[in-house]
């Protein structure tokens, strides 16, 4: 399978492809098992931090060997985060219409002025 650009429902569909591949080995499709795939995503961004600080940023830009691996491991977070949308199934439509607001949001967000008065706040 050769795409350029996946859709999320496209990447929905190849996860539960591999699901039904492996279900009598992997965590029911239940909702429930979305907060152990959360975990393991942020595993994986650990993976994925760790070749940062391990090789550095121009080697994942000018190595393609390390290139390929950090694609490898970011890959796998994407993984997890497409099995959290189908276990609450969190259908394509409704994750980019929110998406699309969140985005419209941050559009008009200040983040200068929201970071200095979020970090620069006296809590205790």
């Known amino acids: 399978m050769s795409k350029k ?7 929905q569909k190849m996860q539960l492809d591999l ?8 965590n029911d499709m239940e909702p429930k098992a ?5 975990l393991y995503m942020i595993e994986e961004i650990g993976e994925c931090i760790s070749i ?4 550095g940023i121009n080697a994942i830009m000018q190595d393609s ?4 691996r950090f694609l490898e491991e ?13 276990r609450l199934k969190i259908t394509p439509e409704e994750y980019s219409n929110a998406y ?14 929201d970071n200095k008065e979020k970090y620069n706040k006296k809590t205790f």
């Open 100 to 113: 699309i607001e969140k985005h419209n949001i941050n559009m008009k967000r200040n983040y200068e002025k």
């Open 19 to 26: 699901y039904e591949q492996n279900k009598d080995k992997w």
């Open 34 to 38: 979305a907060k152990s795939h959360m």
């Open 65 to 68: 060997d390390v290139r390929s």
């Open 74 to 86: 970011i890959t796998d977070v994407q993984n997890y985060y497409i099995e959290i949308l189908n």
């Open 52 to 55: 940062i600080k391990k090789k």
């Open 5 to 11: 650009d996946l859709s999320i429902s496209e990447m």
